[in-house]
């Protein structure tokens, strides 16, 4: 009579079968793990950035242990970064001494070091190319990109310089930013800080940035940005080792950066100028990049003396929401067990419709 | 009350011992001291991603790895039984990375990590009971932001909740909360007893078991001590009322316990039976001994 001990052999029954559609068709060749970091690096590195690990490899077992659901990998890496012994925290990366491989700037035709497009959609046609399909014939292109990145190394993009003007918004040193907090620290449930603001965009989900951002555009916001630069490539990380007291340089990690530029048209404190909107993350994502700086220059209504009153302003309803894994566990949690709640609303609809049924004033007690 | 050493890495397990690692656990440990301090006060900690989804448990997940020693034996229940889905996982984990006996003997667990019910048995002072919270602040769905409803509970200006209540009777006629039914702990902070029935509500009060609440996503434990008054809200001319049921369990005959309906595949009488699987089978047998 008692459902006894039946759900841990169908929980493991499940295991089973999840196995074998996560291979598939026995008679098609498995994928490994260099594969997929090596030929589906976009969603590597979109797992990379959501999940909070920089580690490529690790990343693309993720994609393949979730059958590319690149929402579940990132959970897989979060999971893995929190048993990670956190040593320390590195010096903030100068995406000005990136070495690129792509960079352009939308603002001006002109900018010292030149637009390099560098490998990007952007001027690809949208058709499907069926030579994709075969195995083969790209060989004399593999070591192309090798060269270009080293030629153009170490372009700080200097906007004043650009303008010839102070009519950009002057940055902030990195290090004005408080802490090293990052989005499981207990802080960061109240931030306000826009350094860690921006850690926890970063993080976010492109898919759920990308439509926030996009309302911003469309009318439910009112920022209107341009693309001071956007940049990707290679930027070396860097760790002060406390015993030595010296700076090390412990490896390259691939970065897109964006700057973006909104007309500020002045308060009482401040001149109209152009504001700036930040974005950064792990490797190339610039749907993401562009997104996050548009969202950051939203949120960033207060300083600018802006009305709050779109969503993508308020960041107590971006930032938690942003965050892919939290909503998908939340959202999926509907898939637990609620008979106690089930049970629960129906004693309480029964109770009101019974009243209901009598046609009782609020106030009046029930008939017999 | 003693605290118990961290235990270290188990080589055999090829992770820490209850998966998080000493310095987590200690973090975790502080805020739990501090919970136990301050009973209903939700205490900021560092909350760590684990193995499962954020919205699963990820609190009292991480509450019950840092309490975890060699010599508990843990139960895991989930809607008041130990065969759901999610409990059987839970328990699989702690299984794995820690070793410790499971049971399903409420009597016989130290350690009871349960999400939305609390046990039919009456729990003793060596248990703790842990309980999975999604939302540990019992103003959210009226006052979204946290900065205000930190403010609100350093005042004790809890008079919006009795308004809340109070429209609830005057609009329908009742307070038509079903579960997480807000609680004053101790006389002083008001606190969200997470989503288990109003009818496990008195279990809180006056309890011989430490309850330690874990909000892993919102990033905030609380306590309530063994043996603090808690008092669900209720006016002097409405009182607090939990669920009861006319019929009885249709497996064990009992009258006195949370109910769930099952369904019955055609349109025959609706019969109920236990929430709380174990109690309804150790009450079944005593009724057959009997």
């Known amino acids: 009579m008692y459902l006894k001990n039946s759900g841990e052999d169908a929980i493991k029954a499940s295991h089973r079968l999840l196995a074998a559609k996560r291979r598939g068709d026995l008679q098609v060749p498995e994928l490994s793990v260099d594969q997929i970091e090596q030929q589906m690096s976009l969603a590597v590195d979109r797992v990379m950035v959501e999940g909070g690990l920089y580690d490529r490899t690790l990343a693309a077992l993720a994609i393949k242990q979730s ?44 900018i010292p070091g030149g ?36 030629a153009s190394s170490d372009l700080s993009l200097d906007v004043h310089a650009l303008t010839g003007s102070d009519f950009v918004e002057v940055e902030r040193d990195e290090r004005d930013f408080s802490g090293d907090a990052d989005h499981t620290d207990a802080k960061s449930r109240r931030s306000s ?128 929401h942003a965050d892919s894994v939290s909503s998908s566990g939340v959202v999926q949690v509907l898939k637990l067990a609620h008979y106690v709640h089930f049970q629960g609303h129906l004693q309480e609809l029964e109770a009101l419709r019974a009243r209901h049924k009598q046609n009782l004033a609020p106030g009046e007690e029930m008939k017999e | ?21 000493p310095q987590t656990k200690r973090s975790i440990r502080r805020a739990i001291l501090k919970a136990v301090a301050i009973p209903g006060y939700q205490v900021p900690f560092d909350s760590r991603e684990m193995p499962m989804p954020p919205g699963w448990g990820t609190g009292g997940l991480q509450v019950t790895a840092s309490l975890l020693t060699p010599d508990d034996t843990l139960k895991v229940i989930d809607q008041g039984t130990d065969d759901a889905t999610n409990a059987i996982t839970i328990r699989a984990f702690f299984s794995k990375v820690s070793g410790v006996p499971m049971t399903e003997r409420t009597e016989s667990a130290t ?45 004790g200006n809890y008079g919006l909740m009795s308004v809340m209540l109070y429209e609830n009777i005057a609009r329908l006629g009742r307070v038509a909360i079903a579960y997480d039914y ?69 497996l064990c005959g009992s009258s006195h316990t949370y109910l769930e309906q099952i369904g019955q595949g055609d349109k025959g009488s609706t019969r109920y039976v236990c929430s709380d699987t174990y109690y309804c089978k150790s009450h079944a047998h005593a009724d057959e001994q009997r």
Request: proline fraction near 8%; charge should be negative.
């Open chain 2, 1 to 21: 009350m003693t605290i118990d050493p961290i235990p270290p890495f188990v080589e055999d397990v090829g992770t820490n011992f209850a998966y998080l690692d």
């Open chain 1, 115 to 150: 637009q390099i497009l560098g490998p990007t959609y952007d001027y690809t046609h949208r058709l499907l190319d069926f030579d994709t399909a075969v195995p083969e014939g790209l060989e004399d292109v593999a070591d192309e990109l090798a060269p270009l990145s080293e």
């Open chain 2, 111 to 155: 350690i009871i990590q349960t999400r939305h019910r609390i046990p039919e048995t009456p729990l003793n002072e060596n248990q703790i009971l842990v309980l999975q919270v999604p939302q540990p602040e019992p103003f959210r769905r009226l006052i979204p932001s946290e900065k205000e409803t930190r403010k609100i509970h350093a005042l």
């Open chain 1, 193 to 320: 800080d826009r350094g860690e603001r921006l850690r926890r965009l970063a993080s976010g989900d492109e898919g759920f940035l990308l439509g926030v951002a996009y309302s911003s555009m469309r009318g439910y916001g009112n920022t209107k940005g341009l693309v001071g630069e956007i940049r990707y490539g290679d930027v070396m990380v860097e760790f002060t080792v406390p015993e030595l007291g010296i700076v090390v340089g412990v490896g390259d990690i691939e970065l897109t950066e964006c700057q973006t530029l909104h007309p500020f048209f002045g308060s009482r404190d401040k001149a109209p100028e152009f504001s700036r909107g930040y974005g950064l993350t792990f490797g190339q994502a610039e749907r993401k990049a562009i997104s996050m700086a548009v969202v950051d220059r939203a949120l960033r209504g207060e300083e600018f003396e802006e009305e709050v009153k779109y969503p993508v302003q308020d960041e107590a309803f971006v930032l938690p």
């Open chain 2, 182 to 250: 807000p609680v004053r702990v101790h006389d002083r902070y008001l606190a969200s007893p997470s989503p288990i029935p109003t009818f496990d509500n008195p279990k809180l009060d006056n309890s011989p078991a430490l309850a330690i609440f874990g909000a892993g996503r919102e990033k905030r434990i609380y306590a309530i001590p063994p043996f603090t008054k808690v008092r669900s809200l209720e006016f002097d001319d409405y009182t607090f009322t939990t669920q009861s049921w006319e019929a009885r369990c249709s």
């Open chain 1, 67 to 110: 059958q590319g659901d690149v929402v579940e990998a990132a959970s897989l890496m979060r999971a893995t970064r929190a048993t990670l012994e956190r040593f320390g925290a590195s010096e903030p990366v100068d995406p000005g001494r990136m070495t690129v491989q792509r960079r352009i700037s939308t603002t001006h035709k002109d």
